[in-house]
């Protein structure tokens, strides 16, 4: 059988998967992606261009995303109803005259919460597709609303260089040359590493600004001196 004759059967497979279960949208593009089939997510998942998929009727029972929740009740204890707040505890930001505000309650809209279930998706698929150098499915996203300046966040840029799926390279051996000594197996490459392994590539001739005092002042903030001092680089 022919590579095209492979195409058609897979294609009729996953397009009667697809068509055949109640699978949500976030679902079938998980499926699509697995069989690294962009043609069929572009033709039979993304057929709303930018709008969002119809809610489905189960939304209405699905549990509350931890997303959510972070959102409208950060801080919230275990337990009770309302905002997530403990019994015999008010938390909030205290406004004038030492007043506790009481916390924003907890989004129950049925069309919100699959809304964000749905974006949760695209960039866990952005995720995955950049990690497996699925480079179509990555374009395709982008194209149907996935923000790359959003979606790059630190957290997700470190995951990225230190996965170890995908292409195989050789950035822990660049790592471990550029901080001079072995690295421990389980060590995460931080962002200051990359800035100073780029610089050792540039010659010395580039100042990443993943070492710049200002990036390793904000860095220490969002994540303590703890994983700063992984990178034992001296500051300017």
């Excluded at 809610?55 to 929740?69: F, H, T, Y």
């Excluded at 337990?79 to 506790?100: C, M, N, S, W, Y």
């Amino acid at each position: 059988m022919g590579s095209e004759g492979q195409q058609d059967i897979e294609m009729s497979i996953l397009t009667a998967l697809l068509k055949g279960t109640n699978a949500s949208a976030s679902d079938q593009l998980s499926l699509a992606l697995a069989w690294n089939r962009v043609d069929i997510a572009r033709s039979q998942i993304f057929v709303y261009g930018h709008h969002w998929p119809p809610v489905r009727p189960s939304a209405m029972d699905r549990p509350k995303s931890p997303g959510i929740q972070r959102a409208g009740g950060m801080g919230g204890g275990g337990g009770g109803g309302g905002g997530g707040v403990a019994k015999g505890k008010t938390r909030g930001k205290k406004g004038k005259g030492g007043k506790t505000k009481p916390e924003p309650p907890e989004e129950t809209d049925p069309r919100k919460l699959e809304l964000l279930s749905w974006v949760n998706s695209l960039e866990q698929a952005m995720m995955d597709a950049l990690v497996l150098d699925r480079v179509d499915f990555v374009k395709l996203l982008i194209e149907n609303g996935v923000n790359i300046h959003h979606f790059l966040t630190i957290p997700r840029l470190e995951e990225l260089y230190n996965t170890k799926l995908g292409p195989a390279n050789t950035l822990h051996f660049v790592v471990r040359d550029v901080k001079k000594g072995n690295l421990p197996p389980d060590y995460q490459i931080t962002l200051i590493d990359i800035g100073l392994v780029l610089e050792l590539l540039m010659g010395g001739a580039y100042r990443c600004n993943y070492t710049r005092k200002s990036f390793r002042a904000l860095y220490n903030n969002l994540y303590g001196l703890k994983r700063v001092s992984k990178s034992n680089a001296p500051q300017n």
